[in-house]
């Protein structure tokens, strides 16, 4: 037994220690990679101006809904029970609304939910407790969302633009670059169909032991397609809506609402000024800024030292634990001093403020973007917590279908 112990740890140290001394480049596969005139990655902050999809009734406030009701010689409180056959329901069918009158639902359900997305594709794993969901917008443009159940809870990830400005080059969406922002209803809809979804049992994995389970999303992440912090002020108010009570929202805690950016600076720091409590993620990958630079190409405007400070005003002033995002990659980011100079990073600006969650990669063989190998990640996560880090390996549901992050890539 001794032995075998010895052993293991012999070839632990020695595969860590070969790992330190290679260092593999990001660089995109499959495709083109997007560059400017420089030659660097092309960054899009901006949508592009295309015509914007219709509005609807979860893009305005109740207030708003209110006069456009009386603009269509309808009373104010009807606004409260269409928004509560969305919202609460999960309803845009006329006939499921009886409280209205019969000879203007139609008319109604038409000028304020008009269809926003519409479903290609719905896949489910093996086990049926995770659904993939692909969209098609409008304007034909596709996206996804990505529905998770787990003991006691909901999960969905949202996608937040129609392709993505960022051109991450280890993510398929971002090679796709930005087509334009979704609007708040756009957003809310894919919450809005999955809970239908859900109420019509199509979501597996129920509990078995009598335990309790969840009967609607109850947790929201913001990692399908898109850099959310890009598409500001469409993404808070869907972020608002969430957590307004019903009717004028959906209900949901604000603290199960995680929002997760590649790091644009300006606009974190307006993100803590919101005053609400919303779980804050930073998709870090990298801790020094050469590589970083690389593989997230908005570090080349802000760099790790800029989004973690950004990111600890976000603690300052929310007082809520922020999260960082370390996708392993092997033989790229996963090397044990980069797990210390991350470590260094983070204690330098406080403890308790930050909680590191790791990526397990899916491997894939042959890519320069594949999974460390185990005692490599191992080492990595022991560094982080022997630093005093708090630290969890995350669960990365629905590699299976594609449907983990950076690998969502409409396609019909
Ligand atoms: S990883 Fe996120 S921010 Fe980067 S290109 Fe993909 S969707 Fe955009």
Same mark, same amino acid.
């Given at each position: 037994?001794?032995?075998?112990?010895?052993?293991?740890?012999?070839?632990?140290?020695?595969?860590?220690?070969? @790992?330190?001394?290679?260092?593999?480049?990001?660089?995109?596969?499959?495709?083109?990679?997007?560059?400017?005139?420089?030659?660097?990655? $092309?960054?899009?902050?901006?949508?592009?101006?295309?015509? *914007?999809?219709?509005?609807? $009734?979860?893009? /305005?406030?109740?207030?708003? %809904? *209110?006069?456009?009701?009386?603009?269509?010689?309808?009373?104010?409180?009807?606004?409260?029970?269409?928004?509560?056959?969305? =919202?609460?329901?999960?309803?845009?069918?006329?006939?499921?609304?009886?409280?209205?009158?019969?000879?203007? %639902?139609?008319?109604?359900?038409?000028?304020?939910?008009?269809?926003?997305?519409?479903?290609?594709? *719905?896949?489910?794993?093996? &086990?049926?407790?995770?659904?993939?969901?692909?969209?098609? !917008?409008?304007?034909?443009? $596709?996206?996804?969302?990505?529905?998770?159940?787990?003991?006691?809870?909901?999960?969905?990830?949202?996608?937040?633009?129609?392709?993505?400005?960022?051109?991450?080059? =280890?993510?398929?969406?971002?090679?796709?670059?930005?087509?334009? +922002?979704?609007?708040?209803?756009?957003?809310?809809?894919?919450?809005?169909?999955?809970?239908?979804?859900?109420?019509?049992?199509? $979501?597996?994995?129920?509990?078995?032991?009598?335990?309790?389970?969840?009967?609607?999303?109850? +947790?929201?992440? =913001?990692?399908?397609?898109?850099?959310?912090?890009?598409?500001?002020?469409?993404?808070?108010?869907?972020?608002?809506?969430?957590?307004?009570?019903?009717?004028?929202?959906?209900?949901?805690?604000?603290? @199960?609402?995680?929002?997760?950016?590649?790091?644009?600076?300006?606009?974190?720091?307006?993100?803590?000024?919101?005053?609400?409590?919303?779980? =804050?993620?930073?998709? !870090?990958?990298?801790?020094?800024?050469?590589?970083?630079?690389?593989?997230?190409?908005?570090?080349?405007?802000?760099?790790?030292?800029?989004?973690?400070?950004?990111?600890?005003?976000?603690?300052?002033?929310?007082?809520?634990?922020?999260?960082?995002?370390?996708?392993?990659?092997?033989?790229? &980011?996963?090397?044990?001093?980069?797990?210390?100079?991350?470590?260094?990073?983070? &204690? *330098?600006?406080? %403890?308790?403020?930050?909680?590191?969650?790791?990526?397990?990669? &899916?491997?894939?063989?042959?890519?320069?973007?594949?999974?460390?190998?185990?005692?490599?990640?191992?080492?990595?996560?022991?560094?982080? !917590?022997?630093?005093?880090?708090?630290?969890? /390996?995350?669960?990365?549901?629905?590699?299976?279908?594609?449907?983990?992050?950076?690998?969502?890539?409409?396609?019909?």
């Amino acid at each position: 037994m001794i032995m075998e112990g010895m052993s293991a740890s012999n070839s632990l140290t020695e595969s860590s220690s070969e @790992n330190q001394s290679i260092q593999v480049r990001p660089r995109v596969e499959g495709s083109e990679p997007i560059v400017n005139r420089e030659g660097r990655a $092309l960054l899009q902050f901006k949508s592009p101006r295309v015509k *914007q999809p219709p509005v609807h $009734l979860a893009d /305005l406030s109740l207030a708003e %809904r *209110q006069d456009k009701l009386k603009e269509l010689g309808l009373p104010g409180y009807r606004a409260k029970q269409l928004s509560t056959h969305y =919202f609460q329901h999960f309803t845009t069918n006329p006939e499921d609304m009886s409280d209205l009158p019969k000879e203007r %639902r139609g008319e109604l359900v038409e000028a304020l939910m008009p269809t926003l997305l519409t479903k290609v594709k *719905q896949l489910t794993t093996d &086990n049926g407790d995770t659904i993939k969901f692909l969209w098609r !917008l409008f304007d034909g443009s $596709l996206v996804e969302s990505v529905l998770m159940r787990y003991p006691g809870r909901i999960t969905l990830c949202v996608s937040s633009q129609c392709g993505c400005g960022m051109n991450c080059p =280890f993510c398929a969406t971002g090679q796709a670059g930005l087509t334009r +922002n979704m609007s708040t209803a756009e957003i809310l809809d894919q919450i809005v169909q999955a809970n239908r979804v859900i109420a019509a049992g199509e $979501l597996g994995g129920l509990r078995r032991d009598g335990g309790h389970d969840a009967e609607r999303v109850t +947790n929201i992440v =913001f990692m399908g397609m898109g850099e959310p912090l890009a598409n500001y002020k469409r993404v808070m108010n869907a972020v608002h809506r969430m957590a307004a009570e019903s009717p004028e929202g959906l209900g949901m805690s604000a603290r @199960n609402i995680t929002l997760s950016t590649v790091g644009l600076v300006p606009a974190m720091k307006k993100l803590a000024d919101e005053g609400i409590p919303i779980t =804050f993620a930073l998709s !870090l990958h990298a801790p020094d800024d050469e590589l970083r630079d690389e593989m997230i190409p908005v570090n080349s405007r802000w760099k790790v030292d800029e989004a973690l400070d950004a990111a600890y005003n976000y603690y300052v002033v929310t007082g809520r634990r922020v999260s960082i995002e370390y996708a392993l990659i092997k033989n790229m &980011n996963d090397h044990a001093w980069r797990a210390e100079l991350l470590a260094k990073k983070l &204690n *330098q600006r406080g %403890r308790g403020w930050v909680h590191v969650n790791p990526i397990p990669l &899916n491997p894939t063989p042959g890519s320069v973007w594949t999974a460390s190998e185990k005692d490599v990640a191992a080492v990595f996560i022991d560094t982080l !917590l022997a630093a005093g880090i708090p630290t969890t /390996l995350r669960d990365t549901r629905g590699q299976e279908i594609d449907g983990a992050c950076g690998q969502l890539a409409a396609a019909d």
